[in-house]
């Protein structure tokens, strides 16, 4: 027996040594980053676990290293993963951080984690929860006593899924960002003094240190921005920053005189608005700029190297002097070098050129493709006869999305007229995107991002009025994401009088795809409606959904909502990943909220179109 034991011991002493051995250093001294105690140059690609089904997270991954990376970079949202409040998710499917992490430490990529609490990212509120904006007293993004509760709160529940998983313990994560881009938000809030946001920025590192964070940190801003943003302590990283003179400067200035440098966002493509030009870079673009810092012995990071899919709810919104929203689309293909689907462009296939080694595995297989025969849609229901079956909530005003605590989706709002009105309908507080009955034909639409706020309407005896509200996302980036509300935020006005009373709103939040079995056939045109159909498989495989002949709406494929779709463009193809498919029967349900003519089937084809702009389909 003693000899058992002596024979396990041993094991166990060997087994350790050998973990002991593996277990890696990385620092940031001497104006450099030091990899067991020797210069490493990051080439790093960011690629978010939550625009990923999960069962392909492995082949991205695989993807990055065989483009020749050494690192993922990672933001974390908050939102996903703060469900409602204080009810967290870090488990279930795409929510599993910890097992993305761990895939990449697998896969052979270091890991750069980003978590906030901002993130921007073209993410829903960029990446806040909408329920803080009903918390007594919050402000977001500043000094303020509750909102660095939450941040404490939230950064103890996501150091608790990667505390092991820090370097210092044998995981992959090599450094952590404190806030995102915090220079910009400094120029956007002038009015408050300068003072004040540093203190905030250094409460939010503190905290990342108090509750055990021990990698390195690091600031990420444009290269002008770094008085606003950098921080003792933090590396600098200068964000968009071609000029490597203007980076060594500007780098030396905040960090003692000394690097390393990096350009923690390195830009092959861009973001993409609904009703927008869909923004391109050349292959040769990327690389050329990509071989100046190899040459140069800056690191970087691609943002992104794969984009990936704003699945659901989760796109945000930005904001310029034309538009009072420009809406993310829900693919976030970004003109990637991998694109959306995970396939390898001409992009990736030039930049693995300059940066494999005789190391680097081989590109892996692209996931298979397929089409579907056209889909028939056996169910059509105006969306009227689910509203009967929900109970409004009345008040004499309109209430916002938050004040019904509703976070995404659609809410309805009627009212009876018992006496008749005419005039100009004047919605100056629509958030974001609706359209406007009465006795339920349509007689407008109101639209956020064209700032079309009011119409003509006639209003008669005994008449009813309906406004269908959609939550298209809520800011992301600028000093506006302190003002996110969602649905109908001010009187609603008609021939100069306030409507007030007697409102009712039904809440459509669509978390689940409807269940349509009990319900009669019902669709008329442009009338918002449900449609339903089921399709069978004997293989499964990615495809897309070509929405060219639909209006506005959402798809769900399986109970998954896949995302929004809109005839405005440029994207005019939904995304499908087989992973989400399975053989035999599959259940689609659409929410078509135009609903221009009653459709019978839904087409597939083999390859997305992103670039098809139609912006007259959205005025």
Not at 158 to 168: A, F, G, M, R, S
Not at 360 to 377: K, Q, Y
């Amino acid at each position: 027996m003693k000899k058992v034991y002596l024979a396990l011991l041993f094991t166990f002493f060997l087994l350790f040594t050998a973990s002991a051995q593996q277990k890696q250093t990385f620092a940031i001294k001497d104006g450099n980053f030091l990899l067991d105690g020797k210069p490493f140059q990051i080439h790093s690609g960011e690629m978010h676990y939550s625009r990923i089904p999960q069962p392909y997270w492995r082949h991205r991954l695989q993807m990055m290293k065989a483009m020749g990376l050494n690192a993922v970079a990672t933001y974390v949202f908050w939102n996903y993963h703060e469900v409602s409040p204080g009810v967290w998710d870090f488990k279930t499917g795409n929510k599993n951080l910890a097992e993305y992490i761990k895939i990449a430490q697998e896969e052979g990529l270091f890991v750069i984690l980003r978590p906030g609490p901002y993130v921007c990212a073209e993410w829903e509120f960029g990446g806040y929860p909408w329920f803080l904006q009903n918390v007594p007293n919050m402000v977001i993004r500043g000094n303020n006593t509750a909102y660095l509760a939450a941040t404490k709160a939230y950064f103890s529940e996501l150091y608790n899924q990667v505390k092991d998983l820090q370097i210092t313990k044998g995981g992959p994560i090599i450094m952590v960002q404190g806030e995102n881009e915090f220079g910009s938000y400094v120029t956007q809030r002038k009015d408050i003094a300068l003072a004040d946001h540093k203190k905030y920025s250094a409460a939010v590192f503190q905290q990342l240190k108090d509750i055990g964070f021990e990698v390195p940190f690091f600031t990420s801003d444009g290269s002008w921005l770094f008085e606003g943003g950098a921080l003792p302590g933090a590396l600098p990283t200068a964000n968009g920053e071609s000029d490597i003179k203007k980076l060594k400067e500007v780098v030396n200035k905040f960090n003692n005189g000394e690097g390393p440098y990096m350009v923690a966002e390195f830009y092959p493509g861009w973001l993409d608005h609904w009703a927008e030009p869909f923004p391109t870079q050349t292959p040769e673009e990327t690389v050329r700029q990509t071989q100046k810092y190899l040459d140069n012995q800056v690191s970087f990071n691609y943002y992104m190297v794969h984009g990936g899919t704003n699945f659901g709810f989760t796109s945000g919104a930005n904001y310029d002097k034309e538009h009072d929203i420009q809406p993310d689309m829900t693919s976030y293909d970004y003109d990637a070098p991998i694109s959306e689907a995970g396939w390898a462009t001409p992009k990736y296939n030039a930049l693995r050129e300059i940066l494999k080694t005789d190391k680097t595995p081989n590109v892996p297989a692209r996931t298979p493709v397929i089409t579907i025969p056209n889909i028939t849609l056996t169910t059509a229901v105006d969306l009227a006869d689910l509203k009967s079956k929900i109970t409004p909530v009345i008040e004499d005003n309109p209430l916002t999305f938050e004040q019904l605590n509703q976070g995404d989706g659609y809410v309805w709002y009627s009212k009876k007229f018992t006496q008749p009105i005419s005039g100009k309908l004047e919605l100056k507080g629509l958030r974001d995107y609706a359209i406007v009955y009465v006795n339920g034909k349509k007689v407008a639409e109101l639209n956020r991002y064209y700032k079309k706020y009011d119409c003509e309407i006639e209003v008669p005896f005994n008449a009813t009025l309906d406004i269908v509200v959609e939550n298209m996302g809520r800011i992301n980036y600028g000093s506006q994401i302190n003002d996110n509300n969602k649905g109908i935020i001010s009187p609603i006005i008609i021939n100069g009088e306030t409507i007030t009373g007697d409102w009712k709103m039904y809440q459509l939040p669509m978390a689940a795809a409807p269940d349509l079995t009990s319900y009669k056939n019902s669709a008329k045109p442009n009338r918002p409606t449900l449609y339903q159909g089921s399709f069978n498989l004997t293989k499964t495989g990615d495809t897309f959904l070509d929405m060219r002949d639909w209006g506005k709406g959402i798809v769900f494929i399986n109970g998954i909502n896949i995302g929004r779709y809109w005839s405005v463009g440029p994207q005019q193809t939904l995304y499908l990943p087989g992973c989400w498919l399975k053989k035999g029967k599959n259940t689609i349900v659409i929410f078509e909220q135009k609903n221009e003519t009653i459709q019978k089937v839904i087409k597939t084809i083999l390859t997305p179109i992103l670039e098809d702009l139609k912006p007259e389909k959205g005025q």
